[in-house]
């Protein structure tokens, strides 16, 4: 059963933008730590950027001031709105809801920045 559907990949040019979603359940969404996550080819999975249920923010230094990290409690879904996209941030994106208790991932989405 899929806890985490994600949308909103796909190629840019560099400078372009791009919204990723990430819809989970309500109780998913409203307990957990949501986080987007990335693995670019012969690297390492690595953290993007966080947002906890009270809305407190983390961002990889590579990513601050370029993307944005928020949520919809309405429609229990995680944005990443990524602007002034460069090609080093091509990798394929994973949503994560995390607590003490589980950690899911969702399926992946691509995300190409060509230059």
């Known amino acids: 059963q899929a806890q985490l559907v994600e949308s909103g990949g796909g190629l840019v040019q560099a400078g372009g933008s791009l919204?990723?979603?990430?819809?989970a359940s309500r109780t998913v969404?409203?307990?957990?730590?949501?986080g987007w996550y990335r693995q670019?080819?012969?690297?390492?999975?690595?953290?993007?950027?966080?947002i906890t249920s009270g809305g407190r923010?983390?961002?990889a230094d590579s990513v601050k001031g370029r993307f944005t990290i928020s949520g919809d409690s309405?429609?229990?879904?995680?944005?990443?709105?990524?602007n002034s996209l460069k090609p080093?941030?091509?990798?394929?994106y994973y949503c994560n809801a995390h607590t003490v208790s589980y950690d899911y991932w969702g399926q992946g989405t691509q995300v190409t920045v060509s230059s």
């Open 57 to 59: 923010t983390n961002y």
């Open 40 to 50: 670019a080819p012969g690297k390492q999975r690595e953290l993007v950027a966080t």
């Open 88 to 92: 080093e941030d091509t990798a394929v």
């Open 19 to 23: 919204r990723l979603s990430c819809a």
């Open 29 to 34: 969404f409203r307990f957990s730590v949501m």
């Open 74 to 82: 309405a429609k229990n879904t995680v944005y990443l709105q990524m």
